[in-house]
């Protein structure tokens, strides 16, 4: 029986409801505090890469999407590099979150097995679980900057 009171005559695929974590947000943010921390310097893919222990070309991807965003600027040459576009104080999580995920906080598999009664309910029922999630999310990260994250490592922006 998959689920009391649910016809059981099929399995769910439950494969179909595993899907990879999405780090680009607290890779942005932890590349963005580095910037704050030496905001008197510009700062390579490379330098910032070794502390996210990342390749330096995620990096690069990430800081073009937040410097589209205008959160960071960048130069090239022997003293290019990153820097913040604007105050730590000024750089809210939410506009980090824009600037470099898709959508929505939680996004639902496509996929799912017919016949399955558990999977043709799941997509409804954590629609709802989402949205009430995500109401208390947004207003966190439009409340936290930047400068606020630098400040709870114990470093000044």
């Known amino acids: 029986m998959i689920a009391k009171g649910l016809d059981n005559s099929s399995i769910c ?5 595993i899907m990879a974590a999405n780090s680009r947000f607290a890779v942005a943010v932890h590349a ?14 490379r330098y910032i890469a070794s ?6 070309v995620v990096i690069r991807r990430l800081l073009a999407q937040l410097a589209r965003a205008g959160i960071v600027e960048s130069s090239h040459g022997a003293k290019g ?8 104080a000024r ?3 939410h506009d980090v979150y824009l600037a470099v995920e898709e959508g929505a906080f939680f996004v639902q598999h496509e996929k799912r ?16 679980v989402f949205a009430r999630v995500e109401s208390k999310v ?7 900057s930047l400068a606020d994250i630098v400040g709870q490592i114990g470093l000044t922006a």
């Open 51 to 56: 502390s996210v222990a990342t390749n330096p």
């Open 138 to 144: 947004l207003p966190e990260l439009k409340r936290t």
């Open 13 to 17: 695929d439950y494969n179909s409801y």
């Open 113 to 128: 097995n017919d016949k399955c009664p558990l999977a043709c309910r799941m997509q409804t029922i954590l629609t709802g």
């Open 91 to 93: 750089v809210s999580l």
């Open 81 to 88: 590099g990153f820097r913040l576009a604007k105050p730590a």
């Open 32 to 45: 963005l505090a580095m910037l704050a921390v030496h905001k008197d310097e510009r700062q390579t893919s």
